[in-house]
């Protein structure tokens, strides 16, 4: 912002000579994903329109991938580029992820909704033209294709259920029919990739990812895969680790250990979900004083382990005095606790270094877990929660986070699922005005919450077309009949899947089901299937065992583990019975220099009996000094004696 102001100042264009001068050439990717303060920038200095022959503005981006609005991405300002660039548009016309044949089945749904009359695919098509058409692209292809029992699995299949109800009904059997899908495939022992003249390389696990819009979906994925005893894994770009059931566990337990004698707040700690003692243990700790000592006694420990080393070495003692890794390993979700909990214990550690005080750390802990249960704020990637494992798992990701990823096989089994924009959910706008500059509306009309839909419904296109390219050979869409509220009206033409494959006149079951025929008659790669009623519960299949793990070397190394972090408030921390010391003590004069007494009224740490004296080997010696006495306060002698307490040195 201070760079487009000084650019616009009396002297901005003095600015701009010297900002070219020096990088003349600039290259900006993933520019669909602009914001209006970028592009206003680089067209002060390049100025785009102008298309100076001693500069060079390369800009490289797909409007139909412009997804991150949450993040400050403006389409708008990447089309008014596109507007100031007319004439000079070159597209890559050639896939080199897919099979030719999903490449063509994706083509076709977007080719007829570019064809349909009205907006086009994308809903950008007016009569001032089409800034965001769809145009088909060609495949190169791939050498191996996916074969399941002997036959090649279709590009696009799509499993419609077309009784309309509310989603929160559809979710649950769509998840399971997505399941029993990938379970399938992977339960087949000739299901993967055949090469001519080889053999077929088994599907794995990895090799599918279901892509879902909200944590909701991809918990109802992951429980509907657990039950067929299909491990998987959650990827998010949204969700962040403070908002999950370990930040507010670790809250209680660092609350527990700062204060140990407070037997309320420890009792509270231990009765957490993330400790999971058993209710018997629980009764009996709070009936029976000799049960709950060793637990107090541990919380002083750990009280002291934080005082001495910080905040980290306490949360890896914690896992590892209550044994929480290996119970945690043996559960369902025990990889991610302990991700999300090692995870949170490395951002305690960082806000440590700025903060001091272990109840301060508690302050921001808790203030930090507010501002993420209740949306406020940005904590920026490292909040964002980590891969738990990589193991071979069946990956659920949010397509936001999938973007720019690849995988062989791609589930989409909530293809319909919408939010709609309406008066409940939109509290305000933020809209463009006709110069376009952002206008905030606190209170839509009627105007507002229709451009606000249009708004939604165009990104929730770009959002499918993201899902739908993420596969290499195999995609498999969910597609259901939506209501939404008390209305038995199907909405699903409202959806991004719905408007494109169907059209925004298909608003009931049956012109749904006469529309995705007709959709799926003109390409041979798509297949549709009615949903079964009865959805079968096949468990995973034993797959060949692993090789076997090689003897792990037995580690000898040795590390000085006698250290600590310091702090002058650490070192006088138990000093409470100890009187003022007054004034700053008076420097003492060095070994070879005469003595001499301190100045007037100055105080001393040390009064003259305690003053040095040579002994018998020369060497200074102070006299009446305790030898585990802190050393930063007392501790004057010379350099060998100083190396030997810490004197001087930081140690943490």
């Known amino acids: 912002q201070r760079l487009l102001q000084a650019l616009d100042s009396p002297r901005g264009e003095a600015l701009r000579q010297r900002i070219v001068g020096q990088t003349p050439v600039a290259l900006i990717d993933e520019f669909q994903d602009t914001s209006a303060l970028q592009y206003a920038l680089f067209d002060r200095l390049y100025r785009v329109a102008d298309n100076a022959l001693d500069t060079a503005l390369l800009l490289i981006g ?31 016309g050639t896939n080199f992820r897919s099979t030719e044949a999903l490449v063509a089945a994706v083509n076709h749904g977007f080719v007829l909704a570019e064809a349909r009359p009205g907006e086009g695919a994308f809903g950008y098509r007016s009569a001032a033209g089409n800034p965001v058409p769809f145009e088909p692209v060609g495949a190169r292809g791939r050498a191996e294709r996916l074969v399941h029992e002997g036959q090649t699995v279709p590009a696009l299949a799509l499993v419609h259920d077309l009784v309309p109800r509310a989603f929160e009904q559809h979710l649950r059997p769509m998840a399971e029919r997505c399941a029993e899908q990938i379970v399938q495939w992977l339960n087949g022992p000739q299901t993967g990739f055949e090469r001519t003249g080889q053999g077929v390389q088994r599907l794995r696990p990895a090799d599918i ?52 004698q407070d037997t309320r707040l420890v009792r509270a700690a231990l009765a957490t979900r993330t400790l999971g003692l058993p209710l018997a243990t629980l009764q009996q700790l709070a009936d029976d004083d000799e049960a709950f000592d060793p637990y107090a006694e541990l919380m002083r ?160 296109l770009r959002l499918f077309y993201v899902a ?33 494959l169907a059209g925004p006149e298909a608003t009931t079951p049956e012109a749904l089901a006469q529309a995705l025929d007709h959709w799926a008659a003109g390409c041979p790669d798509i297949a549709l299937q009615p949903a079964d009623a009865a959805v079968g519960l096949t468990p995973l299949a034993p797959r060949e065992a692993p090789l076997p793990l090689a003897e792990a070397p037995l580690y000898a190394g040795q590390f000085d583990r006698r250290w600590g972090i310091g702090s002058f408030s650490a070192l006088v921390r138990d000093l409470g019975g100890v009187p003022s010391l007054g004034v700053t003590q008076a420097p003492r004069p060095a070994d070879d220099e005469p003595d001499a007494d301190p100045a007037p009224g100055a105080g001393s740490v040390m009064q003259k009996q305690d003053r040095v004296a040579p002994d018998a080997s020369g060497r200074s010696q102070r006299q009446g000094r305790r030898d585990d006495a802190p050393a930063s306060i007392v501790d004057e002698g010379d350099g060998e004696e100083g190396a030997e307490h810490g004197g001087g040195r930081d140690e943490g």
């Not at 100031?84 to 597209?91: D, F, K, L, S, V």
């Not at 990812?209 to 909701?216: E, I, P, T, Y």
Request: proline share 4%; charged share 25%.
């Open 301 to 460: 420990q750990l009280q002291a382990l934080w005082q001495a080393q910080g905040v980290l070495p306490l949360v890896r003692q914690t896992v590892h005095r209550l044994d929480l890794g290996a119970r945690w390993l043996g559960q369902p979700e025990g990889e991610r606790r302990l991700t999300n909990l090692l995870h949170l214990a490395e951002l305690l550690q960082a806000q440590s270094a700025r903060l001091e005080g272990e109840q301060a750390l508690i302050r921001w802990l808790a203030e930090a877990i507010d501002d993420a249960q209740q949306g406020r704020g940005g904590g920026g990637d490292e909040q964002i929660v980590r891969l738990e494992s990589d193991a071979d798992l069946v990956q659920v990701i949010t397509v936001h986070k999938s973007k720019g990823l690849e995988y062989p096989v791609v589930c989409l089994p909530f293809a319909t699922s919408l939010r709609p924009a309406d008066g409940r959910s939109t509290p305000f706008v933020l809209r463009e005005d006709d110069a376009g500059q952002p206008r905030l509306v606190l209170a839509p009309g009627k105007d507002d919450l229709a451009w606000a839909e249009q708004e939604r419904l165009r990104e929730d």
């Open 62 to 92: 797909d409007p139909k991938q412009s997804i991150y609005r949450f993040r400050g991405a403006d389409i708008g300002s990447y089309l008014r580029a596109r507007q100031a660039t007319e004439g000079r548009h070159h597209m890559l």
């Open 209 to 260: 990812a279901v892509l879902v819009r909200s944590g909701r979906e991809a918990r109802a994925v992951r429980a509907a895969l657990r039950r067929r005893q299909v491990a998987s894994v959650y990827l998010s770009d949204r969700e962040s680790v403070l908002a999950s059931d370990e930040a507010a566990d670790l809250l209680r337990w660092l609350q527990a250990v700062a204060q140990p």
């Open 468 to 500: 739908l390219t993420r596969a290499r050979h195999a995609l498999w869409l969910g597609f259901t009949a939506l209501t939404i509220g008390n209305s038995p009206a199907c909405q699903t033409h409202r959806s991004a899947a719905g408007w494109l």
